[in-house]
């Protein structure tokens, strides 16, 4: 298994270009979500889903937006960066039963500029 | 709203010791507490997970504990090594509406001595 993936790795963008950052799990976990994290903020939940087809606000969401199409994959999207975007993301996926324990990405770099 | 705090925020120790890392939450209706570990420029990767009815888990030199009740949890690492120098974070799960909601702590920054 290769776990949870994502690209790129590093990523710098110009305010007002759009990207979408991917995520894919090969471990058939219903829950997957996306998390920024900043220096002395911690880690924050952005957008979640609960299944293909179902997928709802965290704690952060404005700005970026998310599909699930699959269960296997959950793409984020900033359709207009912003440098407050600067920042580590992180994708995570979970078994929504049982123990429910988290499985994180390598993370993708952004800078904004 | 949930709070999780994590005390100290860096710790630096010579090889060999043991030592405690500490976690605080303000509210006990969690599902679970995960603890994690995160070297510079890298991913979380998960040492423990504490299910909301146990008390502690272990895996090799690491123990966590849990006390609901009290909102705390403790990272026990015994024989520290150099390469266990990283950044722990722990964080708890709130099922909330068929939600899962986790918040994390801001983490120790642990560096151990040669």
């Known amino acids: 298994n290769a776990g949870v993936t994502q690209t790129p790795k590093f990523q710098v963008l110009k305010t007002g270009q759009s990207m979408t950052l991917q995520c894919a799990q090969d471990m058939n976990h219903e829950y997957m979500s996306w998390y920024r994290q900043d220096p002395g903020m911690g880690l924050r939940l952005i957008h979640y889903s609960v299944g293909a087809g179902i997928t709802d606000q965290g704690e952060v969401p404005n700005g970026y937006n998310v599909s699930r199409s699959t269960t296997e994959d959950f793409p984020l999207r900033l359709l207009s960066a912003a440098p407050s975007q600067t920042s580590v993301y992180f994708c995570a996926s979970s078994y929504f039963e049982g123990a429910n324990e988290q499985f994180f990405g390598p993370g993708t770099r952004l800078t904004v500029l | 709203k949930q709070e999780v705090t994590q005390i100290p925020a860096a710790l630096s120790v010579p090889e060999g010791e043991n030592l405690v890392l500490n976690c605080s939450f303000t509210d006990s209706a969690i599902y679970n507490l995960q603890w994690f570990r995160q070297d510079p420029g890298k991913g979380l990767t998960s040492l423990l997970l504490?299910?909301?009815?146990?008390r502690e888990q272990t895996s090799g030199r690491l123990n966590a504990s849990l006390d609901k009740s009290s909102g705390r949890s403790t990272l026990y690492i015994a024989a520290s090594q150099p390469g266990d120098s990283a950044t722990y974070l722990c964080a708890v799960l709130h099922l909330i509406q068929g939600a899962q909601k986790l918040v994390f702590g801001q983490g120790t920054r642990l560096t151990i001595n040669p």
């Open positions: 504490i299910q909301s009815s146990q």
